[in-house]
């Protein structure tokens, strides 16, 4: 089955740039989706389809995907962007859903 | 607005099952599928299966196989989780999401408040 890889931890600075990766076999000829979860909540769609934005989901978040790494980049980062991450894709060939490991982003 | 309310939390037994709903409302309930998350206390999202509310087709994790089952009943717009024979490590919180897509590629939006699944002798 389809194996998606996220660092454990990223830690940032308030102002500064966020780049939570997510490894995968070939992963840029997949569609790759990105959430965030507070603790407590249930996780919200923050990028899909690679680097489209929904509604409602600030410009400083945006997304880019090729060859083996597909990146979530979250610039200006603001003490309310700490959270877990998870980045996922859709596995055609099983038809199954795939979530990355998660990255739990510490704003310092 | 699109919304999906889930049941209330549930405490049950090993060997025992549980049966989660999950209610939409705001859209066109057959347009789209309906995917299940469950997430296990401080660990990360597991994707458990889908089910399209058009046709009823479904689509479970291989771990999960023989255990679990999808369903939905259009005339309320609300799909269904049951999974059975639990054991302790079936503790977890329990999502379900909408399932978007484009061409060949889904993705979850939005999903359910979570359903807490203790699973406790």
Redesign the interface.
């Known amino acids: ?1 389809y194996v998606l890889t996220q660092p454990p931890s990223v830690s940032v600075a308030p102002g500064k740039t966020a780049r939570i990766t997510c490894g995968g076999n070939n992963i840029g000829s ?2 790759v ?1 990105w ?1 965030q ?1 507070k603790p407590g909540q ?4 923050v990028i ?2 690679d680097s489209d934005r ?1 509604s409602g989901i600030p410009e400083r978040f945006s997304g880019s995907n090729s060859g083996n790494t597909a990146t979530l980049t979250i610039s200006r980062v603001e003490a309310g962007d700490e959270a ?1 991450y ?1 980045c ?3 596995d ?1 060939s ?9 990255t739990k982003l510490t704003v310092l | 607005q699109v919304q999906l309310v889930q049941s209330g939390a549930e405490v049950k037994k090993p060997g025992a099952s549980v049966k989660v709903s999950c209610k939409a409302s705001g859209y066109t309930f057959t347009s789209y599928g309906i995917s299940w998350v469950r997430q296990a206390p401080g660990q990360g999202l597991e994707w458990m299966g889908w089910i399209s509310a058009y046709n009823g087709n479904t689509n479970y994790a291989q771990k999960l196989q023989g255990r679990v089952t999808m369903t939905t009943d259009t005339s309320t717009s609300t799909a269904y989780m049951e999974l059975r024979s639990l054991r302790s490590d079936d503790t977890a919180v329990y999502y379900c999401a909408r399932q978007l897509w484009f061409g060949e590629f889904f993705w979850f939006d939005p999903w359910g408040q979570g359903t807490l699944v203790t699973v406790s002798s």
């Open positions: 089955s997949k569609s989706h959430y979860q249930a996780p919200v769609l899909y389809y929904p877990d998870y996922q894709v859709w055609s099983s038809d199954r859903g795939v979530f990355g490991g998660g």
